[in-house]
């Protein structure tokens, strides 16, 4: 049981420094504010639906949140789909 503590504790002292880069300290404009705005409208939230506010919401970041997962996944170095073709070797013209 030890052992398993000791590992959880080892767990989240490592991951303790990445989630404190996960966040800006930099104040948000208001040009950052309605462009956000603008886009969670654009995945169908409503402000002016105040009956349904917490779920609309949530669904409209939901997908704003998956659109920009996979617009950096073509981005990043990792994943991703390959482009092109590779040929290694010689051809024999027999």
Same mark, same amino acid.
């Given at each position: 049981?030890?052992?398993?503590?000791?590992?959880?504790?080892?767990?989240?002292?490592?991951a303790a420094p990445v989630a404190s880069f996960a966040q800006s300290n930099q104040p948000v404009s208001r040009e950052q504010v309605r462009a956000e705005l603008a886009q969670v409208e654009k995945a169908g939230y409503n402000p002016r639906d105040g009956i349904h506010y917490p779920e609309n919401i949530q669904a409209a970041e939901?997908?704003? *949140? #998956? =659109?920009?997962? *996979? #617009? =950096?996944a073509g981005v990043s170095g990792y994943g991703g789909v390959a482009n092109g073709t590779s040929r290694s070797g010689s051809e024999n013209g027999m």
């Open positions: 049981m030890k052992s398993f503590t000791r590992k959880v504790l080892v767990a989240a002292l490592i939901a997908k704003v *949140t #998956a =659109q920009n997962a *996979t #617009a =950096q």
